[in-house]
């Protein structure tokens, strides 16, 4: 894999900032169609958390590769999230949630496929840089 150091440090910032974007989407924590649709992982805690993970991985961003085992713990947790809103996507309704509020029902179309898609980022980068360690 040879992608250069700049473009994956610029992959940990663009993975913050859509966790910061839950600042927006909760319209600074008061939006609560965002709770009543997922009270357990979406409440004011777990959307503070959400933005703590983001501020993580922008903190790495420059040396990532010296963290590999948390940049796999990056990558465990987004699988979990993707999970979490893949099982919550095959019980709920979307269309419900734009309904109350389209602000939220934003947050609950694009959350998960974000998760997959840095899962996947962080999984790669965790994977090269495990077998770079090994070959050098």
Not at 14 to 24: W, Y
Not at 59 to 64: R, T
Not at 78 to 102: A, M, P
Request: charged share 15%; net charge neutral.
């Amino acid at each position: 894999m040879s992608i250069k150091n700049a473009t994956i440090s610029k992959g940990f910032i663009i993975a913050g900032c859509m966790n910061a974007s839950v600042l927006i989407f909760s319209r600074f924590f008061t939006n609560s169609t965002i709770h009543e649709f997922d009270p357990e992982v979406m409440s004011n805690f777990g959307l503070v958390m959400i933005l703590i993970w983001g501020l993580a991985y922008m903190a790495v961003a420059k040396n990532y590769h010296h963290v590999k085992w948390l940049v796999g713990v990056f990558a465990l947790e987004k699988l979990i999230y993707g999970c979490v809103w893949s099982f919550w996507l095959y019980n709920h309704r979307i269309s419900d949630v734009f309904e109350q509020d389209t602000m939220a029902g934003l947050f609950y179309a694009m959350y998960g496929l974000n998760d997959w898609l840095f899962f996947i980022f962080f999984l790669l980068v965790f994977v090269w840089l495990f077998k770079s360690k090994d070959e050098g």
